[in-house]
Nanobody
């Protein structure tokens, strides 16, 4: 079992920054951040593999950075130059085992989820 607890959400104006944190009971091979806006499906935002390779959704490339601190058992998502379309509930997710790079932003690949943290970006 893996426990995940997100924090750091809040309200910010367009162009601003937020850093989300996810406290994890243990790191797994593949960790990711997802988000779900009201009325939309959950989508993958960023992932990080055990070898620290990362990938990002096109909509956040160059603005968001995923990282992890093994000493603190914490996964991060640094969000810069935020836009109103970034408004969503953000979830931390984890899965064990190897996941092909092209599949690491797919919801079905993950079997552990946090409760989410709300992010609101105003224009």
């Amino acid at each position: 079992q893996v426990q995940l607890v997100e924090s750091g959400g809040g309200s910010v104006q367009a162009g601003g920054s937020l850093r989300l944190s996810c406290a994890v009971s243990r790191f797994t091979d593949c960790m990711a951040w997802f988000r779900q806006a009201t009325g939309k499906e959950r989508e993958g935002v960023a992932s990080i593999f055990i070898d620290r390779t990362t990938n990002y959704a096109d909509s956040v490339k160059g603005r968001f950075t995923i990282s992890k601190d093994s000493a603190k058992n914490t996964l991060y998502l640094q969000m810069n130059n935020m836009k109103p379309e970034d408004t969503a509930m953000y979830y931390c997710a984890a899965t064990t085992g190897w996941v092909a790079w092209g599949l690491r932003l797919l919801e079905g690949m993950y079997n552990y989820w946090g409760q989410g943290t709300q992010v609101t970006v105003s224009s």
